[in-house]
């Protein structure tokens, strides 16, 4: 069942309206050689007619049209132009090509049909810039210039395309434009490819090889051959006509008839060879560049393809970054909850040894010694403490001891500095906290940071996996619409080629079978005997 392409909404100017009736067509009447004044050089301008509508455009300008169909439509198969002339082509003609007659007819032709598949299609016949192109006074240049062209992204995996949102379509979408998002190279491979778009894009391959490799190369062969033919009927038939001069009477009107057979036969091949260029050879032609315009349509489905799945996997990612950080971060809350409980108790004990040497009274308060007082240094130790605690340790702090009198001591000073330095452990894991500093002033903070950062990603990658899903839903069904609506216009293209192919021989034949009978007549009409 063939999908419905939806139409976008269209203006409503007087060039949409007129192309919106049945019987209109688009007619290149004539072209003309025009010179540009500013570049110094001069091109051949095509005019175009539609209705009481006419105006002019050169080459460059159709081919810019059809590039511009192609970023505003990536989903659309955009009708191709006449190709431009290669390379060798340009070495062989020592004219200037642009004087060459025959290849300005040719292009005539193909951009006439161009201009009129344009119009006839659902999508691309209600785009405003085909309207401009076609509009009378209106330079090409300021419709460049103007939106929605002047306001495309250099990456159209930025935009939304599908029909299927009015609203979004055709437009810059900033979550897409997002740096978090990932961009798909052209290389990338698919890890769950749409097996109909795949066998869609293997027939496509065939076909444009099948038609460039053989049918194209052949039938431009087969003309070349018949073009070469007519000439030789044209030198052969001046032959027999001053061949009839050397000749008297019935003899002499026979061969001057084949004289005339023959340029007829001349005439006749010439004309087959024009039908056969313009009702078969050049279709052939263009349909071997539809292949190529398939290729990119089905190449820009893929990319959005590689889109989602990228994004999905940079989703998978950032979540499981995500669960590590807060992982990390629960194991640092239990570790500052545990130390913090070690604190509070650390702070409410009371050192046996300093209550039997009196240091302490039995509520924990410290009792002023008359002799010697420890001065409030964070290195400073109690010496009388490690001699009976630790005799055989010979690693001690840097402590200071010093006599003096009438000084009090209060208890909380004294226990956080006996609790802070009591052992060479504390004075390791001070040090290594000094140097962990110097790396990081705040790793709790920066690992903080690093969440709500990876949050923030994580909620911009599922927007966009949400928008480039849907998207990719609506450009899969748009493709497969267009793919559907171009296999039927290719097949009535195909019958009125073939029937085109068999009229252009079959006429051939009967004018030729005309000519050689009244030969044969003029012939009969020789005596026997003379």
């Known amino acids: 069942m063939t999908t419905p392409i939806p139409q976008p909404s269209s203006c409503n100017c007087a060039i949409n309206r007129l192309l919106s009736t049945n019987d209109t067509f688009i007619f290149i009447t004539g072209s003309q050689k025009q010179s540009d004044a500013s570049a110094g050089k001069s091109y051949v301008a095509y005019n175009i007619r539609l209705g009481n509508i006419e105006t002019k455009h050169r080459y ?9 169909f192609t970023k505003l439509h990536p989903t659309v198969i955009v009708p191709p132009i006449p190709e431009k002339h290669s390379i060798v082509d340009y070495a062989a003609l020592q004219t200037r090509v642009k ?41 090409w240049s300021d419709v460049l210039h103007s939106p929605p062209l002047s306001v495309l992204p250099k990456n159209p995996l930025q935009m939304t395309y599908s029909n299927e949102t009015a609203a979004t379509h055709g437009m810059t979408n900033t979550v897409l434009a997002s ?9 990338y491979l698919l890890k769950n490819p749409d097996q109909k778009f795949e066998e869609s894009e293997q027939f496509t ?23 070469e033919l007519a000439n ?54 263009e349909y071997a560049q539809f292949a190529q315009t398939i290729k990119q349509v089905l190449k820009f489905r893929h990319m959005k393809h590689a889109q989602v799945e990228m994004i999905e ?13 807060t992982e990390m971060e629960g194991e640092s809350r239990r570790l500052e909850e545990a130390m913090a409980r070690e604190n509070t108790i650390g702070q409410n004990a009371v050192d046996i040894d300093e209550l039997n040497n009196g240091m302490v009274d039995a509520d924990g308060n410290a009792i ?33 001891t010093t006599s003096t009198s009438n000084t009090n001591l209060s208890s909380p000073m004294r226990r956080r500095s006996r609790h802070a330095w009591s052992g060479p452990m504390q004075m390791v894991n001070a040090v290594g906290h000094t140097l962990q500093g110097l790396i990081d002033v705040d790793p709790v903070a920066t690992r903080r940071n690093q969440i709500g950062k ?7 990658l599922e927007e966009a996996l949400e928008i480039t899903r849907n998207d990719l839903t609506g450009i899969s069904r748009d493709v497969q619409a267009d793919l559907d609506r171009f296999q039927q216009e290719k097949i009535r293209d195909l019958k009125e080629m073939l029937i085109a192919y068999a009229k252009a021989h079959i006429r051939y034949c009967q004018q030729n079978l005309e000519s050689w009978q009244e030969v044969r007549n003029e012939i009969n009409q020789i005596p026997d005997q003379i």
């Open 179 to 187: 740096h978090l998002v990932p961009v798909p190279s052209a290389a």
């Open 368 to 400: 002023a010694h008359p002799s010697s007082t420890v001065y409030d240094n964070p290195y400073a130790a109690d010496h009388s403490h490690h001699d009976q605690q630790q005799q055989h340790d010979t690693i001690s702090p840097t402590s200071t």
């Open 454 to 460: 990876t949050k923030d990603a994580i909620a911009v």
């Open 313 to 325: 996997e940079s989703l998978h990612n950032k979540k499981e970054s995500l669960a590590m950080l």
């Open 60 to 68: 460059s300008e159709f081919e810019s049209l059809c590039k511009s």
């Open 205 to 227: 391959y065939r076909v444009a090889n099948y038609m460039n490799n053989h049918l194209e190369k052949s039938q431009r062969k087969v003309i070349r051959r018949l073009g």
């Open 99 to 139: 004087d060459d007659l025959p290849m300005v007819e040719k292009r005539k032709r193909m951009l006439q049909t161009f201009l009129n598949r344009v119009a006839k299609h659902p999508v691309l016949g209600h785009d405003h810039v085909f309207h401009r192109f076609l509009e009378s006074g209106v330079p």
């Open 232 to 285: 030789d009927y044209a030198e052969l038939g001046a032959v027999y006509n001053g061949f009839s001069l050397n000749e008297e009477g019935e003899v002499a009107n026979a061969i001057e008839k084949i004289g005339q057979a023959v340029d007829a036969s001349y005439s006749n091949t010439g004309e087959m060879v024009t039908m056969l260029e313009g009702d078969f050879a050049e279709p052939i032609q």
